[in-house]
Structure formats: structure tokens, C-alpha cells
């Protein structure tokens, strides 16, 4: 398979204080080898469903990070961010909310998404959660030691990106599963009542985007309220003023209008460091 080159990443427009168009492959040789791409399959329970996994390549253990895709499904838009955060050290899975299934239109799109079953879809990302961790290739693992070096607090940490629905999704499969502990949601819905967060065990960064009614400012403030109530964190919250929704994937540009390069870019590499900060 060829190498991966487009990604997504958003201009900083604005910072709350809580807390596929492919550019031109560089000439010359790349300083490491492209990250290994395959198809996997990660549901025990039925085989025939896929998930495309990206890994850095060469021997070694790498943290783990959950994609969680948008009601169009696995995009070659998705595709193309997994391959990123592998790009940047991480073993990314995007699994197939779906099971194959693809919205050939925002409205196909939107008829996939009411008809998921949503208890099938946290099992799916339960699942997929437990083929990560138990890859040989993969390191969830956090230590926390004392000053004399010794082990004081050791827990598995897995990331997850979610996009629109997948934002939705994930947040949930995290109030459920204690695993995953950096999210970072993307213009997706948020709950506004603290007593739904109470289980959540995750740090969040959220991105909106500026045109994007999806989540007012109001209901912002109130999900920040929310989280503070329930002493949840909220590492960063940015908005891309310039940006409509579902412009982290490419699939979505024709219907809800072109983001600048930069904006996608930037969003990007604000999303691996938050995940550099929370679980590598």
C-alpha cells in the first residue's frame, strides 16, 4: 500500500480556559521508514469485521490510540489520520462501527448513524480495546514512581480520537471502560449534566469548529460545569473559527466546505501532542 501523506490539523483561533486533498510527497529518502499498515481483525466474537491498523515500524512497544470515525464510516480521510499517529509513534486502530458499511452520502450517512446499534457499538469498542492491548507490538502500561523510583500507581492507558459521532461514541465507550484515558472529541456532541460523567476516568481535549452549530458556547460552558462538578479534567478546549464541521476528514469537504491546509495540519499535531503529554 502507498504511503499515507494527508492529515488533518486545525489553526488555534481561540482557547476556553476549562481546563481528502493530499499534499505532495517530499523528494528524497524519509528520515525513518512509513509506518506498517494492515487489515485486522479485532471482534472475537465475529471475525469477518475489519479494522484498518497502523503501526510504526521496526521492533519496539508504542502506546495505543483508538479512531473512532464520523457517521460516513471508515474514510480514506481516516485512514490517512491513523497513518499520522503512527507516523508520530503510535500503534492507531480504526475500527468499523459499521461493519463494512460506508455512507455514499451525507444523507446515506446520516441513515447509517441512527440505524447503529449503540450497545453493539461500545462492545465493538470494547473489544477493540482489548486487541490492542493484548498486541505484542503495544505498550499501555503507565508507571507512576515515587522519588526513590519506586512504582507507586500502575494503570493501562489507552487514546482515542473521535470524530462527530465517533466523538460521541467514544466518550461513552470511556464512561464504561476505565482504559481509555485521553480523549480528544471532535465537534460532537456533549452532555451538560454531571451526574452522566461521574464514571469517567479520562482527560479531554475537545475541538469545535467556529461554523459548526453542532455545540453552542452555552452548552460548552455547561459541559465544562459539568466536568469541574464531577472533578473530571479538561486538558484544552480549541475552536477553529474558520472551520465547518467534519473538516478534520476530507469526506466531508465537499458538503460542508474546504478548511485551510493549516487549520487541518495544526489540529493534527495538537491532537498527538496531547496524547505525547497524557499516555506516552
Given amino acids: ?8 490539523s486545525f489553526a ?41 491498523l497502523c503501526r510504526p515500524s521496526g521492533e519496539g512497544a508504542w502506546p495505543a490510540v483508538l479512531l473512532v470515525h464520523d457517521r460516513l464510516g ?3 480521510g481516516v485512514k490517512d489520520a491513523t497513518f499520522r499517529l503512527a507516523q508520530n509513534g503510535y500503534v492507531a486502530l480504526a475500527v468499523d462501527l459499521y461493519r463494512g458499511e460506508k455512507g455514499q452520502s451525507d444523507e446515506d450517512a446520516k441513515r447509517l448513524q441512527q440505524e447503529l446499534p449503540k450497545r453493539r457499538a461500545l462492545s465493538d469498542l470494547k473489544a477493540a480495546v482489548d486487541y490492542l492491548i493484548e498486541r505484542a507490538d503495544v505498550n499501555a502500561e503507565i508507571k507512576q514512581r515515587n522519588a526513590e523510583g519506586l512504582v507507586v500507581r500502575q494503570w493501562i492507558a489507552v487514546g482515542t480520537v473521535g470524530l462527530g459521532m465517533g466523538g460521541t461514541y467514544a466518550l461513552d465507550a470511556a464512561l464504561a ?13 456533549l452532555p451538560t449534566e454531571a451526574k452522566s460523567l461521574e464514571s469517567l476516568k479520562a482527560s479531554i481535549f475537545y475541538i469545535r469548529a467556529g461554523k459548526d452549530a453542532t455545540v453552542s458556547q452555552d452548552k460548552l460552558a455547561q459541559f465544562c460545569l459539568a466536568m469541574r462538578a464531577t472533578k473530571n479534567r479538561i486538558e484544552r478546549i480549541r475552536e477553529f473559527g474558520d472551520c465547518s464541521y467534519g473538516f478534520l476528514d476530507p469526506s466531508f469537504w465537499p458538503t460542508h466546505g474546504t478548511p485551510k491546509q493549516k487549520d487541518v495540519d495544526e489540529a493534527w499535531d495538537l491532537i498527538v501532542r496531547y496524547f505525547d503529554n497524557e499516555i506516552n
Fill in 177 to 189: 471502560d476505565e482504559r481509555l484515558r485521553a480523549l480528544a472529541l471532535c465537534y460532537c456532541p
Fill in 1 to 8: 500500500m502507498s504511503q499515507r501523506i494527508s492529515f488533518v
Fill in 74 to 76: 471508515v474514510t480514506e
Fill in 12 to 52: 488555534v483561533v481561540l482557547s476556553l480556559g476549562c481546563g481528502s486533498s493530499r499534499p505532495p510527497v517530499p523528494d528524497g529518502p524519509s528520515e525513518k521508514p512509513p509506518p506498517v499498515q494492515e487489515t485486522v481483525s479485532y471482534l472475537k466474537s465475529d471475525p469477518s469485521v475489519h479494522g484498518f
